[in-house]
T-cell receptor, first 111, second 114 residues
């Protein structure tokens, strides 16, 4: 079972910041939060990951709450090409180190 | 471009047949994972290979098997195909089987079982 909960869909205006929330209330202390996106049945694209500190890269920022029970992915200036399904994933700490995926959030960027 | 390539891109098989899907991992990556993604759902973990050994498996039957070669490329084999095996099969490579690394995915193989 997925360890994360995300809204099924969101809209955002082009040029605005897109803020995608994720709940992971059962996350363990040393499990990482990963974000991927998938554009129309292509392979998932890595965006960012973090443990407890906020992270930023050229694609996005990841804000993790102090209790680590939720996080927000921020796309600072959304473009039409950011329309995709965004997955918030907890990387399970076992020998598999597998990624457990939920249903994701369908983000639609509108002109 | 992730450097992870999968072949073929599309495949149609008949129920009961066997299929082999292939994945070339990103240069330098020694870990390969396979995922199955049914339409409208998130990917489901099948198994992972690290340095040619299977070191983790999801909830898939034994007719799903795999191999990893010395150059870290990998194969996914599925025997006795069922209609429900129709899905997008994704391969992901990463540098090592540890927590703090990102996995890069190929474009997938779309398998249709008829």
């Amino acid at each position: 079972d997925a360890k994360t909960t995300q809204p099924p869909s969101m809209d955002c205006a082009e040029g605005r910041a897109a803020n995608l929330p994720c709940n992971h209330s059962t996350i363990s202390g040393n499990e990482y939060v990963y974000w991927y996106r998938q554009i129309h049945s292509q392979g998932p694209q890595y965006i960012i990951h973090g443990l407890k500190n906020n992270e930023t890269n050229e694609m996005a920022s990841l804000i993790i709450t102090e209790d680590r029970k939720s996080s927000t992915l921020i796309l600072p200036h959304a473009t039409l090409r950011d329309t995709a399904v965004y997955y918030c994933i907890v990387r399970v700490m076992d020998s598999n180190y597998q990624l457990i995926w939920g249903a994701g959030t369908k983000l639609i960027i509108k002109p | 471009e992730t450097g992870v390539t999968q072949s073929p891109t599309h495949l149609i098989k008949t129920r009961g047949q066997q299929v082999t899907l292939r994945c070339s991992s990103q240069s330098g990556h020694n870990t390969v994972s396979w995922y199955q993604q049914a339409l409208g759902q998130g990917p489901q973990f099948i198994f992972q290979y690290y340095r040619e050994e299977e070191n983790g498996r999801g909830n898939f039957p034994p007719r799903f098997s795999g191999l990893q070669f010395p150059n870290y490329s990998s194969e996914l084999n599925v025997n006795a195909l069922e209609l429900d095996d129709s899905a997008l099969y994704l391969c992901a490579s990463s540098l090592a089987s540890t927590m703090n690394t990102e996995a890069f995915f190929g474009q997938g193989t779309r398998l249709t079982v008829v």
